[in-house]
């Protein structure tokens, strides 16, 4: 056999009765401090674009990180071709942001 369920009040009996919660709560309906209007709706559209563009305006202002362009990379120096320890990796930054490789490069 099915139960059956039925619908519960949303009311609460106790504060329906009490005088002076009711007084409480038209104090606070009445008080502008707590019910405040929304904002209109051309300062929400210029917050959005604000947003927007600070977003955009980030994202330009960011250095690019692409990979540098290397000239030269050897797998070992030409002294050094068999004992590959003894080959340090030599990287220079010239003035154009290329990255210059000598030695033994990974």
Do not use: C
């Not at 106790?14 to 038209?26: A, C, H, M, N, V």
């Not at 009445?30 to 904002?39: I, S, T």
Request: overall charge positive; hydrophobic content about 40%; cysteine-free.
């Amino acid at each position: 056999m099915p139960a059956q369920y039925q619908a519960l009040s949303t009311n609460d009996p106790e504060t329906e009765t009490d005088p002076q919660l009711q007084s409480q709560i038209k104090q606070l309906h009445a008080d502008p401090r707590f019910n405040r209007l929304a904002p209109s709706l051309w300062k929400r559209i210029a917050l959005l674009l604000v947003t927007a563009f600070l977003f955009w305006a980030a994202f330009q202002l960011k250095p690019q990180r692409s990979q540098p362009k290397i000239i030269h990379a050897d797998r070992y120096s030409k002294d050094f071709k068999y004992r590959p320890a003894a080959s340090p990796v030599i990287t220079e930054r010239l003035k154009d942001g290329v990255v210059r490789v000598r030695g033994a490069y990974f």
